[in-house]
């Protein structure tokens, strides 16, 4: 039992953290931040936005979010491959439910297990997730 309440508490204090991590985003309509971690150390970070080298400008004049911007989730695996770290077993904790993209990056990369906050609007990415037989886990914090 008190293995379960410290693994729940780490998932709030990583959320958290994640939260404040999306606060790092230009993109006006939302702000999704994530942390990759493995054996309680956090081993990538990432917020949706544009590549690097690119304007810091995520929607377009219609407020429509640009087709090149990356989410959290993609920055953050992006970021560990580059590292040479491996994903392999770790948990990905994201402030909002991964999209079918980025659930497709998590599947590939070994993660085992995603910790979110808000959903997303779609649940596509959630069932492959399901699908895959990844943990997932929505927690409040």
Same mark, same amino acid.
Request: hydrophobic share 35%; net charge neutral; with cysteine.
């Given at each position: 039992? /008190?293995?379960?309440?410290?693994?729940?508490?780490?998932? =709030?204090?990583?959320? =958290?953290?994640? %939260? !404040?991590? /999306?606060?790092?985003?230009?993109?006006?309509?939302?702000?999704?931040? /994530?942390?990759?971690?493995?054996?309680?150390?956090?081993?990538?970070?990432? &917020?949706?936005? !544009?590549?690097?080298?690119?304007?810091?400008?995520?929607? %377009? +004049?219609?407020?429509? !979010?640009?087709?090149?911007?990356?989410?959290?989730?993609?920055?953050?695996?992006?970021?560990? /491959?580059?590292?040479?770290?491996?994903?392999?077993?770790?948990?990905?904790?994201? !402030?909002?439910?991964?999209?079918?993209?980025?659930?497709?990056?998590?599947?590939?990369?070994?993660?085992?297990?995603?910790?979110?906050?808000?959903? &997303?609007? $779609? +649940?596509?990415?959630?069932? $492959?997730?399901?699908?895959?037989?990844?943990?997932?886990?929505?927690?409040?914090?």
């Amino acid at each position: 039992m /008190a293995n379960n309440n410290k693994q729940q508490l780490l998932d =709030q204090r990583y959320l =958290q953290m994640a %939260d !404040t991590w /999306a606060q790092n985003s230009y993109c006006k309509r939302r702000q999704v931040g /994530a942390l990759l971690v493995k054996d309680q150390m956090i081993i990538s970070d990432g &917020y949706n936005g !544009t590549p690097s080298g690119f304007e810091n400008i995520c929607e %377009d +004049e219609n407020n429509q !979010t640009k087709p090149y911007v990356l989410h959290a989730e993609a920055n953050a695996i992006t970021k560990v /491959a580059k590292s040479g770290n491996s994903s392999d077993g770790a948990t990905l904790y994201v !402030t909002s439910s991964p999209c079918l993209e980025c659930s497709k990056l998590i599947i590939q990369a070994g993660i085992k297990r995603v910790v979110f906050t808000e959903s &997303y609007r $779609l +649940e596509d990415g959630i069932n $492959l997730l399901k699908r895959a037989n990844i943990e997932i886990k929505q927690v409040d914090i």
